[in-house]
């Protein structure tokens, strides 16, 4: 079983667009619990216009900013290996994204690295703007040992985001789609509506004994379905009823399987 994904901190060349040959990769202690994605345009109110009625016309200037937000944790007492004794020793590895460098095209000047969060598919290129760092639960000699660290990250342009897959997601055997039935909805009205017409075998197979009054919320598979066939023989009528399912019924309202690809943002 593969392990648990962690998110990293990779350093970039200047130009924000390929890592940086030697640059430093920091991968998180404990992953985020959530990533927060700002966009921003800078606007300005053009000259002339009659501003109290709204008829000014406003102007989009530059081309914007993207930035993230996002906090990570460390605990010095949850290390598995190479353990240190101030957590201060794990973070100072964060604060060197923030520690301005010589800038490749005016060595008069300075400016913080160029940075890459990726966890997974989600990937953001940028910088550091802002880095606030909380010290907690401090040892008897006075040493933090745990601390939290939120980080905003921003670049001046906007994005679009690009995926690099197909967003369907591929069923698995136990996983499928249920359709929610509403307030006065009929099973024939449901079948109806997703094109399907043999809604007393899609009764069967759902075991539902009032098709023509529905539970609200009932959750229902369209697509299960019983095969009934009839047979003459001998001056008698027989009546056979198979369990022909002609796709899995799940129990289960959420879609399985996994989508691959990444989202690139950078």
């Known amino acids: 079983m593969p392990g648990l994904l962690k998110a990293q901190l990779i350093e970039l060349d200047q130009t924000f667009a390929k890592e940086k040959s030697g640059g430093r990769k920091v991968e998180v202690q404990f992953n985020p619990e959530s990533l927060k994605v700002s966009f921003a345009n800078e606007i300005v109110q053009p000259k002339g216009g009659d501003r109290s009625s709204g008829t000014g016309g406003r102007q989009f200037v530059g081309e914007g900013t993207m930035k993230l937000a996002l906090q990570l944790w460390f605990d010095v007492n949850a290390m598995e290996k190479d353990a240190v004794d101030d957590v201060r020793r794990l973070t100072q ?32 290129n940028g910088m550091i703007e802002s880095m606030e ?35 369907k997601i591929p069923l698995q055997p136990g996983h499928t789609p249920l359709k929610v039935a509403k307030q006065g909805q009929s099973l024939q009205n449901m079948a109806g509506q997703n094109g399907k017409d043999s809604w007393q075998s899609i009764a069967a197979a759902n075991k539902i004994e009032d098709p023509l009054r529905m539970s609200p919320g009932q959750l229902v598979d369209l697509n299960a379905a019983v095969t009934v066939g009839a047979g003459i023989g001998g001056g008698s009528t027989s009546l056979g009823v198979g369990a022909g399912v002609s796709s899995g019924r799940g129990l289960n309202a959420s879609l399985g399987g996994a989508a691959s690809g990444s989202i690139s943002i950078g």
């Open 93 to 124: 590895k964060v604060v060197y994204f923030m520690t301005p460098q010589t800038a490749d095209q005016d060595p008069k000047k300075k400016a913080p690295p160029g940075v890459r969060f990726v966890w997974g598919s989600f990937i953001f």
């Open 133 to 167: 760092e909380t010290l907690e639960f401090f040892s008897p000699e006075g040493k933090p040992l745990r601390a939290s660290v939120s980080v905003t990250m921003s670049r001046q342009k906007i994005l679009e985001m690009k995926f690099k897959a197909a967003a």
